[in-house]
């Protein structure tokens, strides 16, 4: 005879890694749904990953709650492989795409940009184009120009050494991942996303560690899906969760990407500019929170992440949206990478899923899994090698706002010992 429950049965089992939190026992139902892909995860993230989808989802008659659970993910290098700004980026300089600014002032690219870059970029392009006209930076003319607003990107500094921003929050927003919107100013959503469109189809179809040429140098020319995310986020939305992307690169290149994984554009939060009445972007950025639209200061980075969540799928509004809100309207689950992700994956209420690639801050919280909801995974594609020593998570592990570093502390105040690199 079948044994009916009259009340949900948790069962909760502890392993070496932390808290397993076992579905209900459960009348007969529609069997969830399972990840097939079993290769690259690491130790028992998977069980954990399937005990989450078996508790939450509503294939479970005895589920917490009758809303949607949210999952949200990070999106470069927590889904794919490499970077699709950086992608983006190095299609728009080969070919020609990124517009001298009003003036010729660079200055007026980014409220962050120094004197002594505005002053490199304007001598290396200002002469190449008229304000508003795209530079020729896919040309051998246009080598210097290319190279100097790479080197601004990539290394936020200018070919001669001197530094590329300064004056920003390190908490809610970071210079060189704003810059690259900002340098789309002239160009309408629907532009941007053909360029995007072509350069994913470009670094798809590289193989894997293809370099291409950027001006006089190299630069990363492949992108790849994670098999074992991209299944994952198949299992979760047919399970029934709210799936949701959100992005430091911009918002029109990430829709484009994410497709792929079923994830529509009303799904997809990146870095969104203002727009002029035509739809035409400007070189600035919508705010969240506390903070106005062309304020850029504000973009979906660390508690910036939390803001931008809070506010498109959660609906709270004001400077409330940069809060830690009640359980009930947080994420079940997230998945990230870099301490870009910290403050997001922190608010996830049941499991929070990491990919290392050895972020003092982020790796500090993971490994030290005061709360049992942390699942560590190597890259699944070259995965990093063990970090030489530990983390220093006791002294400089966290960048404060004002880029000042200390120890990390927990919820309680206390501090993160340091940790030893152990998932690679």
Request: proline share 7%; net charge positive; hydrophobic share 40%.
């Amino acid at each position: 005879m079948q044994r009916k429950w009259a009340a949900p049965l948790v069962l909760v089992a502890v392993t070496g890694s932390g808290l397993l939190l076992a579905p209900p026992a459960q009348a007969s139902h529609t069997p969830c749904p399972r990840p097939a892909v079993g290769t690259g995860w690491y130790g028992d993230n998977q069980a954990r990953l399937q005990q989450l989808i078996d508790r939450y989802a509503d294939c479970n008659p005895y589920r917490p709650s009758r809303t949607k659970p949210v999952a949200v993910f990070d999106w470069d290098n927590t889904v794919v492989k490499n970077d699709v700004g950086d992608a983006t980026m190095f299609w728009l300089l080969r070919n020609g795409k990124i517009r001298q600014p009003a003036r010729g002032d660079w200055s007026a690219t980014s409220r962050h940009l120094t004197p002594a870059a505005a002053t490199a970029l304007a001598d290396a392009c200002g002469p190449l184009a008229r304000p508003g006209a795209p530079l020729p930076t896919g040309t051998p003319e246009g080598t210097r120009c290319a190279d100097e607003i790479n080197a601004v990107y990539g290394t936020a500094a200018t070919q001669a050494g001197a530094a590329a921003f300064a004056g920003w929050d390190r908490r809610t927003t970071e210079p060189a991942y704003a810059w690259l919107p900002q340098l789309m100013q002239g160009w309408t959503a629907r532009e941007i996303r053909g360029f995007a469109a072509a350069a994913r189809t470009e670094n798809l179809a590289a193989p894997i560690g293809t370099a291409q040429q950027v001006g006089s140098g190299t630069a990363t020319g492949w992108v790849r899906y994670y098999d074992q995310q991209k299944d994952l986020i198949a299992a979760l939305r047919k399970a029934g969760f709210d799936v949701w992307i959100s992005s430091a690169s911009p918002q029109p290149v990430v829709e484009v990407w994410a497709g792929e994984v079923g994830i529509d554009p009303q799904h997809v939060i990146g870095i969104r500019n203002t727009t002029t009445y035509g739809g035409k972007f400007t070189a600035h950025l919508q705010g969240c929170g506390s903070v106005g639209d062309g304020a850029d200061t504000m973009i979906t980075y660390i508690d910036g992440k939390r803001c931008w969540i809070n506010k498109e799928i959660f609906g709270v509004r004001g400077a409330a949206a940069e809060k830690v809100q009640p359980a009930a309207r947080r994420q079940v689950f997230a998945a990230g990478d870099s301490d870009t992700d910290v403050s997001f994956l922190r608010d996830a209420t049941a499991l929070r899923l990491v990919v290392n690639r050895n972020k003092n801050e982020l790796m500090c919280r993971a490994y030290d899994n005061s709360d049992g909801r942390w699942i560590v995974n190597p890259m699944f594609i070259e995965p990093k090698k063990p970090k030489t020593g530990p983390y220093p998570c006791a002294t400089t592990g966290y960048v404060d706002h004002d880029g000042t570093k200390g120890p990390v502390l927990r919820g309680d105040a206390s501090v993160i010992p340091d940790q030893t690199d152990s998932v690679h």
